[in-house]
């Protein structure tokens, strides 16, 4: 039978409203050999080929009848490459604030959910010769980690393209209605024991099963103490509309290092500070009042995959969370710096999963209709949890390329949820750290200051190092 969601994949789905797109991307900026163009329709022609790569990007979504069950994955069977691969121009002289205005643009407009959930944007006349490459993929297909599967498709470790085998997909038929509702009631049956029998598959007994549940219900009561303490923050909450913003910063690892190095923590810590400052700077532009011991709470998402098994290849989201107040009422950068670092430390030492993952967690042994419920009240409140999102995700080390085309940025987009005003990315590739910004357009006309002020953070971070 195909593929079900798991119950973090489906609250994706069952988030996304009409103001809360929850697609995820990337916008990469490639420089061709010098004296040489790219060859866009070649490239193209490679991306078809090597979507066998990732069979998942020919798939679609199929919900069952009577909701009796998750949404399944099931084979496009009029699969048409050239609905999801676009080509696209800036206008001259193709500066870096018109691509900005696309991303925000391509990012505004939901995904197809008849097709297969993602596109890939061909962006020419960038200033420099430059080609862009914008990549948009629903959430329910991948988190932070497994985004980077589009690479996949786009990206080789040298300027000369590897071989890829021979693409013989075929499309499997698609499952009738009546099949689907009677594999999801068989599931519904067996589903607490189908829990018990992965988890004992995994190699746990039935303490890890208890332990699990506690944990799950230790964050569930972590989440509601979050809500009472939380509160909305202006101008970071509000009620937010369709259209999107994007702000770039680009900064260098090698900075950030230096200030982990002078200060202790992790790169992780510094980036997080470095957020923080810029918060603030950007708060007081906004004529905020910020007090010594004014906060700003951050959901900050962590991987963990590895630590789940994820090396066998299984797929979908496997991300926990942490709630992480940073404290914008700081004045003394370096103070922010260790004040985060402490925080994040007791959190990991005491392996406090944040509120979501933990509800997400025990939706697996509830009713899709529940499942439904909880996710969409989970967005509608979420400026009660938190007021932004902040996402570090660690990108290849090494230069990559595409066609013989260098690769010389790689920028993450993040999904906003309700009274979410901005959602910060942050991916290091190649000795760059690049954040991203995606900002609702009415709410942050001034996305760009916030970016801006990312580079000044650290500066000043950097000459107290």
Same mark, same amino acid.
């Given at each position: 039978?195909?593929d079900?969601?798991?119950p973090?994949? !489906?609250?994706?789905l069952?988030?996304?409203?009409?103001?809360?797109?929850?697609?995820?991307?990337?916008?990469m900026?490639?420089?061709?050999?010098?004296g040489e163009e790219?060859?866009?329709?070649?490239f193209?022609?490679?991306?078809g080929h090597?979507? @066998?790569?990732?069979?998942?990007?020919? /798939?679609?979504?199929?919900?069952?009848?009577?909701?009796?069950?998750?949404p399944?994955?099931?084979?496009?069977?009029?699969?048409?490459?050239?609905?999801?691969?676009?080509?696209?121009?800036?206008?001259a002289?193709?500066t870096?604030?018109a691509?900005?205005?696309l991303v925000?643009?391509?990012?505004?407009?939901?995904?197809d959910?008849?097709r297969?959930?993602?596109e890939?944007?061909?962006?020419e006349?960038?200033?420099?010769g430059?080609?862009t490459?914008?990549?948009?993929?629903?959430h329910?297909?991948v988190d932070?980690?497994?985004?980077?599967d589009?690479?996949?498709?786009?990206l080789?470790q040298?300027?000369?393209?590897r071989?890829?085998?021979?693409?013989?997909?075929?499309? /499997?038929?698609?499952?009738s209605?009546?099949e689907? @509702?009677?594999?999801?009631?068989?599931?519904n049956l067996?589903?607490?024991?189908g829990a018990?029998?992965?988890?004992?598959?995994?190699g746990a007994d039935?303490?890890? =099963?208890?332990?699990?549940?506690?944990?799950?219900?230790?964050g569930?009561?972590e989440?509601t103490?979050?809500a009472?303490?939380?509160r909305?923050?202006?101008?970071l909450?509000?009620?937010?509309g369709?259209q999107?913003?994007?702000?770039?910063?680009?900064?260098?690892?090698a900075?950030?290092?230096a200030?982990?190095?002078?200060?202790g923590?992790?790169v992780?810590?510094?980036v997080l500070?470095?957020?923080?400052?810029?918060l603030?700077?950007?708060?007081?532009?906004?004529?905020?009042?910020l007090y010594?011991?004014?906060?700003?709470?951050?959901?900050?998402?962590?991987?963990?995959r590895?630590?789940?098994g994820g090396?066998?290849?299984?797929?979908?989201n496997?991300?926990s969370?942490?709630?992480v107040?940073?404290p914008?009422g700081?004045?003394?950068p370096?103070q922010?710096?260790?004040?985060?670092?402490?925080v994040m430390?007791?959190?990991?030492?005491?392996?406090?999963?944040?509120a979501?993952?933990?509800?997400v967690?025990?939706?697996?042994?509830?009713?899709p209709?529940?499942?439904?419920m909880?996710?969409?009240?989970?967005s /509608?409140?979420s400026s009660?949890?938190?007021?932004?999102? =902040?996402?570090?995700?660690?990108g290849?080390?090494r230069?990559?390329? !595409?066609?013989?085309?260098r690769?010389q940025d790689?920028f993450p987009?993040?999904?906003?949820?309700?009274? /979410?005003?901005v959602?910060i990315g942050i991916?290091?590739?190649?000795?760059?750290?690049c954040?991203?910004?995606n900002?609702?357009?009415?709410?942050?006309?001034? =996305?760009?200051?916030?970016a801006?002020a990312?580079?000044g953070s650290l500066?000043e971070?950097?000459?107290?190092?």
């Amino acid at each position: 039978m195909p593929d079900r969601l798991s119950p973090l994949d !489906a609250s994706f789905l069952h988030m996304e409203q009409r103001t809360t797109a929850m697609h995820v991307g990337g916008v990469m900026t490639f420089t061709p050999p010098e004296g040489e163009e790219f060859d866009v329709d070649a490239f193209i022609r490679l991306i078809g080929h090597r979507l @066998a790569l990732v069979p998942r990007y020919r /798939q679609k979504l199929r919900e069952v009848p009577g909701r009796l069950g998750l949404p399944v994955w099931v084979d496009d069977q009029d699969f048409d490459l050239s609905f999801h691969v676009r080509r696209s121009a800036l206008p001259a002289p193709g500066t870096d604030a018109a691509l900005r205005e696309l991303v925000g643009r391509l990012f505004s407009r939901q995904l197809d959910r008849s097709r297969p959930l993602w596109e890939i944007y061909l962006v020419e006349g960038l200033a420099g010769g430059r080609l862009t490459v914008i990549t948009k993929t629903h959430h329910a297909m991948v988190d932070g980690v497994a985004s980077m599967d589009i690479g996949s498709i786009l990206l080789d470790q040298t300027p000369r393209p590897r071989e890829t085998p021979a693409d013989e997909w075929r499309p /499997q038929p698609e499952p009738s209605g009546l099949e689907l @509702a009677a594999s999801a009631v068989l599931e519904n049956l067996r589903r607490p024991r189908g829990a018990l029998d992965a988890v004992a598959r995994a190699g746990a007994d039935v303490r890890e =099963v208890v332990a699990t549940v506690g944990r799950a219900v230790s964050g569930i009561v972590e989440a509601t103490r979050s809500a009472a303490q939380g509160r909305p923050v202006e101008p970071l909450n509000r009620a937010i509309g369709e259209q999107r913003r994007y702000g770039m910063a680009r900064t260098a690892l090698a900075d950030h290092r230096a200030v982990r190095k002078a200060h202790g923590g992790t790169v992780n810590d510094v980036v997080l500070a470095v957020v923080t400052g810029a918060l603030r700077y950007w708060l007081i532009t906004r004529g905020e009042p910020l007090y010594e011991h004014t906060p700003v709470r951050a959901m900050v998402p962590v991987s963990v995959r590895a630590r789940r098994g994820g090396a066998d290849g299984a797929a979908g989201n496997q991300i926990s969370a942490y709630f992480v107040d940073l404290p914008v009422g700081e004045p003394d950068p370096v103070q922010r710096l260790r004040r985060i670092a402490a925080v994040m430390d007791a959190q990991k030492r005491e392996g406090r999963a944040a509120a979501p993952a933990a509800l997400v967690g025990l939706a697996g042994l509830t009713p899709p209709t529940v499942q439904r419920m909880g996710a969409r009240l989970t967005s /509608q409140y979420s400026s009660r949890l938190f007021n932004v999102l =902040v996402t570090n995700v660690p990108g290849p080390p090494r230069p990559l390329y !595409a066609m013989g085309a260098r690769m010389q940025d790689l920028f993450p987009v993040v999904p906003l949820a309700k009274g /979410q005003a901005v959602g910060i990315g942050i991916t290091s590739y190649d000795g760059r750290v690049c954040y991203g910004l995606n900002a609702d357009r009415d709410a942050m006309p001034d =996305v760009d200051v916030l970016a801006d002020a990312m580079t000044g953070s650290l500066a000043e971070l950097r000459e107290r190092s």
